[in-house]
């Protein structure tokens, strides 16, 4: 009767709004809110009738349109007590210890994954916080110079890192902006070689060479603050004759004794005192020295009128308020007022920049500078490798923990019978998640400390002398930010997980009859062939750069390197230097296993110090082309086992008198004989070149031809070189070819000679392979970072597939009995166990082919003589992926396979 | 300390302890009849539920009943923390009360 009341039509609240209410409404809470809007609707329509008491249905329905009224649970009914997060806990550690494999490729993959991208990082920041050490560093700023020709715009190849001596002292005068001036010029510029000798109180004379020199302005130790240990900055290079040297330098020469105020001298002809001491450059300096000397040694405002030397590193330092780029802007008139003469009379226009300190070290890369800078490039292309190694890691828990899931899913079950709501079970997963990782984290932490010196050899930076002590510990955001990555890591890679197991159904579980759910494969499928694709295009990198690299080591360079030994020329001399040199040589010649001795301006390894114009006799001055000027005498050529393709070499009566010879004899390499625009090497014979020597143009004439050798790294392309033999001293080296098997003899032999020619000097000789391969370091290093890293990936990969197998495998145990006992093969069950594996990695090599192929033929192109990209780059990471994978997978498939197939299907 | 209980707050905390059986549509019943005000049933659900959030009340679901449309009842009682709180505030006012000169509570 009553039921019938409530069905009358008129009698009931709007459908509609009821509907809209149980539409919006979560179930929990329908109860309370639809059973009181009705009650109170029949309460109403008797009261006030049921026109009010439906607008009043109304309203309220929509009143109660509010976000807690979607809340799936009722907001009291969950109250987690204290006793539930100890059994978080409990299970979070019990689950740890009974699946031992799994818990420990979990936080091992983890660890190594946060470990490199913490060395990575340390790295990066190491790298971009060069010569932060300075005060005033965000004042300091370097003057750079550009030489562009008409039609050329201004690029790294032709801006030089130095500039002319007057430009800091003009500067200084025409801008109230700059507060100070600094130049910095390296001493070889005026001499060849340097020794320094020092002679104690009883006449024992200590002799070094000495290369990591500057000759500085007074104000270059205020404008930068590399800290004294010793003397005073301000005024220690304020007389000429004044030196600082580094702490390390003062040991080498005066052991214990007080430095300051000894005399030092420099190719045994300049006396220089020392008036400071200061801490050894560390290694994040963009400009690296033991000694300074002061400006003034060259005279009073020496090079204040000199605007055609551009040798000199030229530092302001800028007032707090000025701004870099309204200084800049005035720079083009600055030029215009100093340089036009010069500027019109050589056909080129100078532009100046200013350039941050702070940024030189990873940003510039422009002709000399004051040591080969770092590279931005090569910062991201790491961060990018960091990222690789952790999202492989991060895959790797996501896998384990969705295979795991089926495992755990009774357990799941049971939480929700009792009464767990999912938000509670996500909850716990999460911290099961967040365990792991932290102690991942500290795991990772243990790993970086154990590595961190091996690091350091491999970046060969030494970046400080213990782990703690980095500088990138004393920032809060770097504490933070590692906080950051564990924490938004452990949520990332435990939602889906969390978010899968707490969506199993009670009775489904409860039954049984879960073990065949495909949950979360599909996911899973995509994360594995994405971990695939990581590591395959790591592998194909790998093998790329290893491959360039060893052609870089091995291709003949056109001389024979491996039995080369240089000597630098003496830094003490006098008028004699060249009979010395001759007798030098004739002694050398006569031991039996030295071959032939040479002298020249520079050897293969460096940049040839000389560059100048030339072009063909007849033809107009603007077709002339830059070349490299080197200086030799008639033995280099057969020193350095080089060949002429055409004519003949350079002999005793080809000798330039002097300098104010108007006609010289002349060869040129292939790579000169092509820009001059000849066809063949033989039509350049007898050719006449016009060529500068010293302040007169003057001709050349072409004997011969030599074949192209790699001057300078195979990065760069054939430097195009005339050689021309003067008849004045002007060598900085001395090259023996000798046979390498009784070298110690040979070199007591060498040692004996060179002291009884240039008494005085010290002898100091390198192997010429040895320098031409140092200019490989920064490749070779890249090579052993990325080769470090790759492995770390690759290793991190594997640890996750063979867990992944082993669970795969563990839920097919049954199939696997059921297939042997109907006849299969083992090598059959093998095939259909790694068909998934198999499948997912063609599917990344896919996709990894095409992008690994643009990556490298991008980076080949950095390099002037590159491998060619061949099949077997691609093939052989392929090969070895599988080889990996298979050898990974069939650990556990063999063992699958060959288990009783009596014991696997009497399971359960 | 005693928590922040609003005028609303504090009279439905109390119809709460008088009624046999609160819930929505009773508490809301006795509201206005006691103090003449209307209240929606949207606005008693949540004072409710700040009082149980608070710990003053507590909830169950109770049976349900056809004019209800066949759904339960979310039943509260007070916590014994509410009770606590409410004499307290109770005593508080009445010191306060006590000491308002030529104020004769007898007379109301």
């Given at each position: 009767?009553?039921?019938?009341?409530?069905?009358?039509?008129?009698?009931?609240?709007?459908?509609?709004?009821?509907?809209?209410?149980?539409?919006?409404?979560?179930?929990?809470?329908?109860?309370?809110?639809?059973?009181?809007?009705?009650?109170?609707?029949?309460?109403?329509?008797?009261?006030?009738?049921?026109?009010?008491?439906?607008?009043?249905?109304?309203?309220?329905?929509?009143?109660?349109?509010?976000?807690?009224?979607?809340?799936?649970?009722?907001?009291?009914?969950?109250?987690?007590?204290?006793?539930?997060?100890?059994?978080?806990?409990?299970?979070?550690?019990?689950?740890?210890?009974?699946?031992?494999?799994?818990?420990?490729?979990?936080?091992?993959?983890?660890?190594?994954?946060?470990?490199?991208?913490?060395?990575?990082?340390?790295?990066?920041?190491?790298?971009?916080?060069?010569?932060?050490?300075?005060?005033?560093?965000?004042?300091i700023?370097?003057?750079?110079?550009?030489?562009?020709?008409?039609?050329?715009?201004?690029?790294?190849k032709?801006?030089?890192?130095?500039?002319?001596?007057?430009?800091?002292?003009?500067?200084l005068?025409?801008?109230?902006?700059?507060?100070?001036?600094?130049?910095?010029?390296?001493?070889?510029?005026?001499?060849?070689a340097?020794?320094?000798?020092?002679?104690?109180?009883?006449?024992?004379?200590?002799?070094?060479?000495?290369?990591?020199?500057?000759?500085?302005?007074?104000?270059?130790?205020?404008?930068f603050?590399?800290?004294?240990?010793?003397g005073?900055?301000?005024?220690?290079?304020?007389?000429?004759?004044?030196?600082?040297?580094?702490?390390?330098?003062?040991?080498?020469?005066?052991g214990?004794?007080?430095?300051?105020?000894?005399?030092?001298?420099?190719?045994?002809?300049l006396?220089?005192?020392?008036?400071?001491?200061?801490?050894?450059?560390?290694?994040?300096?963009?400009?690296?020295?033991?000694?300074?000397?002061?400006?003034?040694?060259?005279?009073?405002?020496?090079?204040?009128?000199?605007?055609?030397?551009?040798?000199?590193?030229?530092?302001?330092?800028?007032?707090?308020?000025?701004?870099?780029?309204?200084?800049?802007?005035?720079?083009?008139?600055?030029?215009?007022?100093?340089?036009?003469d010069?500027?019109?009379?050589?056909?080129?226009?100078?532009?100046?920049?200013?350039?941050?300190?702070?940024?030189?070290?990873?940003?510039?890369?422009?002709?000399?500078?004051?040591?080969?800078n770092?590279?931005?490039?090569?910062?991201?292309?790491?961060?990018?490798?960091?990222?690789?190694?952790?999202?492989?890691?991060?895959?790797?828990?996501?896998?384990?923990?969705?295979?795991k899931?089926?495992?755990?899913?009774?357990?799941?079950?049971?939480?929700?019978?009792?009464?767990?709501?999912?938000?509670?079970?996500?909850?716990?997963?999460?911290?099961?998640?967040?365990?792991?990782?932290?102690?991942?984290?500290?795991?990772?932490?243990?790993?970086?400390?154990?590595?961190?010196?091996?690091?350091?050899?491999?970046?060969?930076?030494?970046?400080?002398?213990?782990?703690w002590?980095?500088?990138?510990?004393?920032?809060?955001?770097?504490?933070?930010?590692?906080?950051?990555?564990?924490?938004?890591?452990?949520?990332?890679?435990?939602?889906?997980?969390?978010?899968?197991?707490?969506?199993?159904?009670?009775?489904?579980?409860?039954?049984?009859?879960?073990?065949?759910?495909?949950?979360?494969?599909?996911?899973?499928?995509?994360?594995?062939?994405?971990?695939?694709?990581?590591?395959?295009?790591?592998?194909?990198?790998?093998?790329?750069?290893?491959?360039?690299?060893?052609?870089?080591?091995?291709?003949?360079?056109?001389?024979?390197?491996?039995?080369?030994?240089?000597?630098?020329?003496?830094?003490?001399?006098?008028?004699?230097?060249?009979?010395?040199?001759?007798?030098?040589?004739?002694?050398?010649?006569?031991?039996?296993?030295?071959?032939?001795?040479?002298?020249?301006?520079?050897?293969?390894?460096?940049?040839?110090?000389?560059?100048?114009?030339?072009?063909?006799?007849?033809?107009?001055?603007?077709?002339?082309?830059?070349?490299?000027?080197?200086?030799?005498?008639?033995?280099?050529?057969?020193?350095?086992?080089?060949?002429?393709?055409?004519?003949?070499?350079l002999?005793?009566?080809?000798?330039?008198?002097?300098?104010?010879?108007?006609?010289?004899?002349?060869?040129?390499?292939?790579?000169?004989?092509?820009?001059?625009?000849?066809?063949?090497?033989?039509?350049?014979?007898?050719?006449?070149?016009?060529?500068?020597?010293?302040?007169?143009?003057?001709?050349?004439?072409?004997?011969g031809?030599?074949?192209?050798?790699?001057?300078r790294?195979?990065?760069?392309?054939?430097?195009?070189?005339?050689?021309?033999?003067?008849?004045?001293?002007?060598?900085?080296?001395?090259?023996?070819?000798?046979?390498?098997?009784?070298?110690?003899?040979?070199?007591d032999?060498?040692?004996?000679?060179y002291?009884?020619?240039?008494?005085?000097?010290?002898?100091?000789?390198?192997?010429?392979?040895?320098?031409?391969?140092?200019?490989?370091?920064?490749?070779q290093?890249?090579?052993?970072?990325?080769?470090?890293?790759?492995?770390?990936?690759?290793?991190?990969?594997?640890?996750?597939?063979?867990?992944?197998?082993?669970?795969?495998?563990?839920?097919?145990?049954?199939?696997?009995?059921?297939?042997?006992?109907?006849?299969?093969?083992?090598?059959?069950?093998?095939?259909?166990?790694?068909?998934?594996?198999?499948?997912?990695?063609?599917?990344?090599?896919?996709?990894?082919?095409?992008?690994?192929?643009?990556?490298?033929?991008?980076?080949?192109?950095?390099?002037?003589?590159?491998?060619?990209?061949?099949?077997?780059?691609?093939?052989?990471?392929?090969?070895?992926?599988?080889?990996?994978?298979?050898?990974?997978?069939?650990?556990?498939?063999?063992?699958?396979?060959?288990?009783d197939?009596?014991?696997?299907?009497?399971?359960? | 300390?005693?928590?922040?209980?609003?005028?609303?707050?504090?009279?439905?905390?109390?119809?709460?302890?008088?009624?046999?059986?609160?819930?929505?549509?009773?508490?809301?019943?006795?509201?206005?009849?006691?103090?003449?005000?209307?209240?929606?049933?949207?606005?008693?659900?949540?004072?409710?539920?700040?009082?149980?959030?608070?710990?003053?009340l507590r909830?169950?679901?109770?049976?349900?009943?056809?004019?209800r449309?066949?759904?339960?009842?979310?039943?509260?009682?007070?916590?014994?923390?509410?009770?606590?709180?409410?004499?307290?505030?109770?005593?508080?006012?009445?010191?306060?009360?006590?000491?308002?000169?030529?104020?004769?509570?007898?007379?109301?």
């Amino acid at each position: 009767m009553a039921e019938e009341k409530y069905k009358d039509a008129k009698m009931s609240p709007p459908r509609w709004a009821d509907r809209f209410l149980e539409w919006y409404c979560a179930a929990g809470l329908l109860d309370e809110i639809q059973g009181d809007l009705y009650e109170a609707f029949y309460i109403r329509a008797e009261q006030y009738g049921s026109r009010r008491a439906k607008w009043l249905f109304v309203k309220e329905v929509l009143l109660f349109f509010r976000p807690s009224s979607f809340e799936k649970n009722y907001p009291n009914n969950i109250q987690t007590v204290p006793d539930m997060y100890k059994n978080y806990f409990k299970i979070a550690y019990r689950n740890l210890a009974k699946s031992k494999v799994f818990s420990l490729i979990n936080i091992f993959g983890l660890a190594i994954g946060l470990a490199a991208s913490f060395l990575i990082v340390q790295y990066i920041h190491f790298e971009s916080n060069y010569d932060r050490f300075h005060e005033n560093i965000d004042r300091i700023h370097r003057v750079t110079l550009s030489m562009v020709r008409p039609g050329e715009v201004a690029i790294a190849k032709n801006t030089s890192a130095v500039n002319h001596p007057a430009v800091g002292p003009a500067l200084l005068e025409d801008f109230p902006q700059v507060e100070a001036f600094a130049r910095a010029v390296t001493q070889t510029i005026f001499i060849n070689a340097s020794s320094m000798t020092y002679e104690d109180g009883t006449g024992k004379a200590t002799t070094f060479n000495e290369e990591r020199m500057y000759i500085v302005d007074p104000s270059f130790l205020t404008i930068f603050s590399f800290p004294f240990v010793a003397g005073n900055a301000e005024t220690a290079l304020t007389e000429p004759q004044a030196i600082v040297i580094s702490e390390s330098t003062a040991k080498k020469y005066f052991g214990t004794e007080d430095p300051i105020g000894k005399v030092m001298v420099s190719n045994g002809e300049l006396p220089l005192t020392v008036r400071g001491v200061f801490k050894d450059i560390p290694e994040n300096s963009h400009i690296q020295f033991d000694i300074l000397i002061s400006f003034l040694t060259l005279g009073e405002k020496w090079g204040y009128d000199t605007w055609i030397w551009p040798e000199f590193y030229t530092y302001v330092l800028l007032a707090p308020d000025a701004a870099p780029q309204l200084l800049e802007e005035q720079f083009p008139s600055f030029v215009d007022r100093y340089m036009t003469d010069i500027m019109t009379e050589h056909k080129f226009q100078a532009g100046m920049h200013l350039q941050p300190v702070a940024d030189i070290h990873l940003t510039s890369h422009y002709q000399k500078e004051a040591r080969v800078n770092g590279s931005s490039k090569l910062m991201s292309f790491l961060s990018i490798l960091a990222a690789f190694i952790l999202f492989i890691a991060w895959i790797n828990y996501v896998n384990l923990s969705t295979v795991k899931a089926l495992d755990r899913a009774r357990e799941v079950g049971l939480r929700k019978v009792v009464g767990a709501a999912r938000s509670q079970l996500i909850g716990q997963f999460l911290l099961e998640s967040l365990l792991i990782n932290l102690f991942a984290l500290l795991l990772s932490l243990v790993m970086v400390w154990l590595v961190w010196s091996f690091f350091q050899k491999v970046t060969g930076k030494e970046m400080s002398e213990s782990l703690w002590s980095l500088p990138l510990w004393q920032e809060p955001w770097s504490w933070g930010t590692m906080i950051a990555v564990v924490v938004i890591g452990a949520l990332l890679v435990g939602l889906y997980p969390a978010w899968m197991l707490s969506s199993f159904r009670p009775i489904k579980v409860l039954k049984g009859s879960f073990h065949h759910s495909s949950t979360g494969i599909s996911l899973r499928k995509a994360l594995v062939s994405f971990q695939f694709f990581l590591t395959i295009i790591l592998i194909i990198g790998t093998v790329t750069v290893y491959k360039q690299l060893s052609f870089m080591r091995d291709r003949d360079l056109g001389y024979a390197k491996d039995q080369l030994l240089a000597i630098r020329s003496p830094a003490i001399f006098d008028s004699t230097i060249t009979q010395r040199i001759t007798h030098f040589k004739t002694g050398l010649s006569r031991h039996s296993s030295i071959r032939n001795v040479t002298t020249s301006t520079n050897i293969p390894g460096e940049t040839i110090f000389s560059r100048n114009n030339v072009y063909r006799k007849g033809e107009d001055k603007s077709m002339d082309v830059v070349c490299f000027y080197l200086w030799v005498d008639p033995d280099f050529i057969g020193t350095f086992d080089m060949n002429i393709v055409a004519g003949r070499g350079l002999q005793e009566g080809d000798m330039v008198p002097s300098f104010d010879s108007k006609y010289i004899k002349i060869m040129i390499n292939e790579a000169l004989v092509d820009k001059l625009g000849y066809k063949d090497n033989q039509d350049v014979l007898n050719e006449i070149m016009i060529l500068r020597l010293g302040m007169n143009e003057i001709k050349g004439e072409v004997i011969g031809v030599v074949k192209n050798y790699h001057q300078r790294s195979l990065q760069q392309a054939y430097d195009p070189i005339l050689f021309y033999y003067p008849g004045w001293d002007s060598w900085k080296y001395l090259t023996v070819n000798l046979r390498t098997d009784q070298l110690e003899q040979t070199m007591d032999y060498i040692e004996q000679q060179y002291q009884q020619v240039f008494p005085g000097n010290a002898l100091e000789y390198f192997f010429v392979d040895d320098y031409f391969d140092r200019q490989y370091e920064a490749d070779q290093r890249f090579g052993s970072i990325f080769t470090m890293f790759t492995t770390l990936a690759i290793v991190v990969s594997c640890l996750g597939l063979f867990g992944l197998s082993a669970f795969v495998l563990k839920q097919r145990t049954k199939e696997i009995g059921i297939r042997k006992v109907l006849g299969a093969s083992i090598v059959h069950i093998l095939r259909i166990l790694s068909q998934d594996f198999v499948k997912l990695m063609s599917l990344a090599f896919l996709i990894a082919l095409p992008i690994s192929y643009f990556t490298i033929e991008r980076w080949l192109s950095n390099y002037a003589f590159h491998i060619e990209m061949d099949i077997w780059l691609f093939v052989l990471p392929i090969v070895l992926m599988s080889a990996i994978t298979l050898i990974t997978v069939s650990f556990h498939t063999l063992k699958a396979a060959l288990t009783d197939p009596v014991k696997s299907i009497q399971q359960e | 300390m005693l928590p922040n209980l609003g005028q609303l707050e504090e009279s439905i905390l109390l119809i709460v302890m008088i009624v046999d059986e609160a819930y929505g549509v009773s508490v809301a019943q006795v509201y206005q009849k006691k103090t003449g005000n209307t209240v929606s049933i949207p606005a008693i659900h949540t004072v409710l539920k700040r009082l149980e959030k608070k710990g003053l009340l507590r909830s169950s679901m109770g049976e349900a009943t056809a004019e209800r449309g066949g759904r339960r009842k979310r039943l509260f009682e007070a916590t014994p923390y509410g009770y606590r709180v409410i004499s307290q505030l109770r005593e508080n006012r009445l010191k306060l009360w006590s000491l308002i000169p030529k104020l004769d509570l007898g007379n109301g």
